[in-house]
């Protein structure tokens, strides 16, 4: 099966920027056609979507991050990245990467560990 594991996380300032990736390891046959993304999670709240690519390239962000995040994907290194600018205290929560062979939910398959972003005042 393959794992997931998420690097990049750290503590910002408001305004700054943070880049996240995302590498998929292990049995990798064919995960580049799976659709990969973000999701997010802050003390006593639900996850959340941020945001997903296809390997087509095809984009998705959650509303709470439109035109300040932005994802890509190397589909040869089975690698996924999003880049954050003008973060908000707000955007202080767990990320964790995700990916599945139909769409990108709750309910993913695949799931790596989490990186914390913490975003000061």
């Known amino acids: 099966q393959v794992q997931l594991v998420e690097s990049g996380g750290g503590l910002v300032q408001a305004g700054g920027s943070l880049r996240l990736s995302c590498a998929a390891s292990g049995r990798t046959s064919n995960f580049n056609t799976y659709i990969m993304g973000w999701f997010r999670q802050a003390p006593g709240k639900e996850r959340e979507f941020v945001s997903a690519i296809r390997w087509s390239g095809e984009q998705y962000y959650g509303d709470s991050v439109k035109g300040r995040f932005t994802i890509s994907r190397d589909n040869a290194k089975n690698m996924v990245s999003l880049q954050m600018n003008s973060l908000k205290p707000e955007d202080t929560a767990i990320y964790y990467c995700?990916?599945?062979?139909?769409?990108?939910?709750?309910?993913?398959?695949?799931w790596g560990r989490g990186t914390q972003v913490t975003v000061s005042s």
């Open positions: 995700a990916a599945d062979r139909v769409v990108l939910e709750t309910s993913s398959e695949l």
